[in-house]
């Protein structure tokens, strides 16, 4: 059974910072791409950051520069470090790779 379970979201103030984890089982993760998600009320849902096997990483453009992927293979989990927070980035974050999705975490930037 795959799971993703996401975590480290919360409330926070413009300029601040927050570091997403995504803890997998099931899945054999060290050859796999994990992604982080986000959607905002109102809105579709979209990529933030991927990362393949090797490291490779690919951000969108509205947070390069702010928001860092990374993952540690031994541990099983993928992370999104997120700084210099402004109150779009307001939304849930999930955790995804394949066709597995995590249930997400709340992420609330106040201005």
């Known amino acids: 059974q795959v799971q993703l379970v996401e975590s480290g979201g919360g409330l926070v103030q413009a300029g601040g910072s927050l570091r997403l984890s995504c803890a997998t089982s099931?899945?054999?993760?060290?050859?796999?791409?994990m992604r982080w998600f986000r959607q905002a009320p109102g809105k579709q849902r979209e990529l933030v950051a991927a990362i393949t096997s090797g490291g490779t990483t690919n951000y969108a453009d509205s947070v390069k520069g702010r928001f860092t992927i990374s993952r540690n293979n031994a541990a099983n989990t993928v992370y999104l470090q997120m700084n210099s927070l402004t109150p779009e980035d307001t939304g849930l974050y999930y955790c995804?790779?394949?066709?597995?999705w995590g249930q997400g975490t709340q992420v609330t930037v106040s201005s």
């Open positions: 099931g899945i054999i993760f060290s050859i796999s791409t």
């Open positions: 995804n790779t394949l066709i597995h």
